[in-house]
């Protein structure tokens, strides 16, 4: 995301090694050059996230899967992480010194935190509602921006303080980069055998919760769960939840956890609805699809991101960077789906399960080798230029649109009735008058006057070269 950048032009270098020519002049071209297919890739990023909050209620098959599985909107966080790797390795490349690196590092950390908080924490009621507040009792504490925010301090500061190290040898092959840069890969095997370690080896008790939702039927009454088991991957028995029970508290989760979609819970599945009278009692509870336990997996993702960084600052030539990048997607991808399909460990965001890693990490290093290839290689930049401005500005978008905050400004200018706004009134007459479909009209006003026309805001912002940063 843009706003954990540490250059001060708004997107990154394309940092090559020393080639062996004579001329200066093409030296210093080549140096100078941009990577503009991470502006490209984030953008993206941030046009799904859009796309998969804002179309999902009507688009079930790309909203988060309710439990096992991966739908369209799985792959999102997974990108943003790994698109901080690869920014964190070109990033700090620039600041030698060690002091003012961490610095930077920490206080962009705590911005990220911040915001994360105030975004959502659920001060901000937006767009659904027109008001704000939250009770501090009940405020989330993990989110989005706070899942980047571990995974930025914790890669980059493995990245400072073994820099002396990298520097020591500057010639790598396919696999000698990975034993230049050792540390990073000896921290994944740590945080994997860490997070595995609790996963399956955590007991997890009996639990019950109280409905504090004064909205609710249910409000006041208190539900059983019954579990005494350990290695569970199931909703209401797994470690991941009990540890963030235990450590933030059931009221500062997440209150509308995706698995209210499963079967098991409501008759609209795979669509939201009422819950079944016969659901389980833990259908009723909060889940933190952003906690403590599934950050620390999420951290594997940004490593990956990292070596794919090292990759363009360490390798010559764009063949060897692509076949380095594509090998290892397809071997990620298939190592994951091996993991799923076999019942070993299955695919799943809300634990973010090594296979989950795999599968949404192999995913983005295609995605982006494609990217490369298409932008950087064969200079076709002019049809991606909306993600690309979108990419430069991503926390402005990020805020603005997936947040909803400029769409319940927007709501809050309406004529006699409070549901009568301008966004209304596009999507009846404009969509829905004309596709006589909510599905189709719902998702064509979220690609073309959502996502376009963040595109052409942040166009017009990158002609005077304004952009939001942290």
């Given at each position: 995301?843009?706003?954990?950048?540490?250059?001060?032009?708004?997107?990154?270098?394309?940092?090559?090694?020393?080639?062996?020519?004579?001329?200066?002049?093409?030296?210093?071209?080549l140096?100078?050059?941009?990577?503009?297919?991470?502006?490209?890739?984030?953008?993206?990023?941030?046009?799904?996230?859009?796309?998969?909050?804002?179309?999902?209620?009507?688009?079930?098959?790309?909203?988060?899967?309710?439990?096992?599985?991966?739908?369209?909107?799985?792959?999102?966080?997974?990108f943003?992480?790994?698109?901080?790797?690869?920014?964190?390795?070109?990033?700090?490349?620039?600041?030698?010194?060690?002091?003012?690196?961490?610095?930077?590092?920490?206080f962009?950390?705590?911005k990220?935190?911040?915001?994360?908080?105030?975004?959502?924490?659920?001060?901000?009621?937006?767009?659904?509602?027109?008001?704000?507040?939250?009770?501090?009792?009940?405020?989330?504490?993990?989110?989005?921006?706070?899942?980047?925010?571990?995974?930025?301090?914790?890669?980059?500061?493995?990245e400072?303080?073994?820099?002396?190290?990298?520097?020591?040898?500057?010639?790598?092959?396919?696999?000698?980069?990975?034993?230049?840069?050792?540390?990073?890969?000896?921290?994944?095997?740590?945080?994997?055998?860490?997070?595995?370690?609790?996963?399956y080896?955590?007991?997890?008790?009996?639990?019950?919760?109280?409905?504090?939702?004064?909205?609710?039927?249910?409000y006041?009454?208190?539900?059983?769960?019954?579990?005494?088991?350990?290695?569970?991957?199931?909703?209401?028995?797994?470690?991941?939840?009990?540890?963030?029970?235990?450590?933030?508290?059931?009221?500062?989760?997440?209150?509308?956890?995706?698995?209210?979609?499963?079967?098991a819970?409501?008759q609209?599945?795979?669509?939201?609805?009422?819950?079944?009278?016969?659901?389980?009692?833990?259908?009723?509870?909060?889940?933190?699809?952003?906690?403590?336990?599934?950050?620390?997996?999420?951290?594997?993702?940004?490593?990956?991101?990292?070596?794919?960084?090292?990759?363009?600052?360490?390798?010559?030539?764009?063949?060897?960077?692509?076949?380095?990048?594509?090998?290892?997607?397809?071997?990620?991808?298939i190592?994951?789906?091996?993991?799923?399909?076999?019942?070993?460990?299955?695919?799943?965001?809300?634990?973010?399960?090594?296979?989950?890693?795999?599968v949404?990490s192999?995913?983005?290093?295609?995605?982006?080798?494609?990217?490369?290839?298409?932008?950087?290689?064969?200079?076709?930049?002019?049809?991606?230029?909306?993600?690309?401005?979108?990419?430069?500005?991503?926390?402005?978008?990020?805020?603005m649109?997936?947040?909803?905050?400029?769409?319940?400004?927007?709501?809050?200018?309406?004529?006699?009735?409070?549901?009568?706004?301008?966004?209304?009134?596009?999507k009846?007459?404009?969509?829905?008058g004309?596709?006589?479909?909510?599905?189709?009209?719902?998702?064509?006003?979220?690609?073309?006057?959502?996502?376009?026309?963040?595109?052409?805001?942040?166009?017009?912002?990158?002609?005077?070269?304004?952009?939001?940063?942290?």
């Amino acid at each position: 995301m843009a706003e954990i950048k540490a250059e001060t032009t708004h997107h990154h270098p394309l940092i090559i090694s020393e080639p062996d020519v004579s001329d200066q002049q093409e030296k210093s071209h080549l140096k100078t050059q941009r990577l503009a297919s991470l502006d490209i890739f984030r953008g993206l990023a941030v046009a799904l996230m859009i796309l998969v909050d804002h179309a999902g209620g009507d688009w079930p098959e790309i909203s988060h899967a309710p439990w096992n599985g991966c739908n369209l909107a799985d792959f999102v966080m997974p990108f943003f992480l790994f698109i901080v790797g690869v920014a964190i390795a070109l990033a700090l490349k620039r600041i030698p010194d060690r002091a003012d690196a961490v610095k930077k590092v920490i206080f962009r950390t705590l911005k990220l935190l911040f915001w994360g908080i105030l975004l959502q924490g659920g001060f901000s009621h937006a767009p659904d509602e027109l008001t704000y507040g939250v009770d501090v009792r009940m405020i989330r504490l993990c989110g989005v921006l706070q899942r980047i925010a571990l995974s930025y301090l914790l890669v980059s500061l493995v990245e400072i303080f073994t820099k002396d190290v990298q520097d020591k040898d500057q010639s790598v092959g396919q696999f000698s980069i990975f034993r230049l840069y050792c540390w990073h890969w000896l921290m994944a095997a740590c945080v994997l055998v860490v997070y595995l370690a609790l996963l399956y080896g955590t007991y997890v008790p009996d639990w019950h919760f109280t409905i504090i939702n004064k909205d609710s039927a249910d409000y006041g009454k208190v539900f059983n769960v019954t579990c005494g088991v350990r290695g569970k991957l199931n909703p209401p028995c797994n470690a991941v939840g009990y540890i963030d029970r235990k450590v933030l508290g059931i009221n500062h989760m997440y209150h509308h956890p995706a698995w209210r979609r499963s079967k098991a819970c409501t008759q609209d599945s795979p669509f939201e609805g009422p819950l079944r009278k016969d659901a389980p009692s833990w259908c009723h509870a909060p889940f933190e699809p952003e906690g403590l336990l599934s950050s620390v997996s999420s951290i594997l993702s940004t490593i990956i991101g990292v070596h794919f960084g090292h990759v363009i600052i360490r390798m010559k030539g764009h063949l060897a960077r692509l076949k380095q990048w594509v090998t290892m997607g397809f071997a990620l991808l298939i190592f994951g789906l091996t993991l799923h399909f076999t019942n070993a460990i299955p695919l799943n965001k809300q634990l973010y399960t090594l296979s989950y890693v795999c599968v949404t990490s192999g995913a983005a290093a295609l995605v982006f080798s494609a990217i490369y290839a298409l932008v950087d290689i064969w200079n076709l930049k002019y049809p991606f230029l909306p993600l690309a401005w979108i990419g430069m500005n991503a926390m402005l978008v990020y805020v603005m649109a997936a947040e909803g905050i400029f769409a319940g400004f927007i709501s809050g200018w309406y004529y006699g009735d409070p549901h009568n706004t301008l966004p209304y009134w596009i999507k009846k007459h404009a969509f829905l008058g004309v596709w006589h479909s909510r599905k189709v009209s719902t998702i064509l006003y979220v690609i073309f006057v959502e996502i376009l026309f963040w595109g052409l805001v942040t166009g017009i912002l990158h002609r005077f070269g304004i952009y939001w940063k942290l």
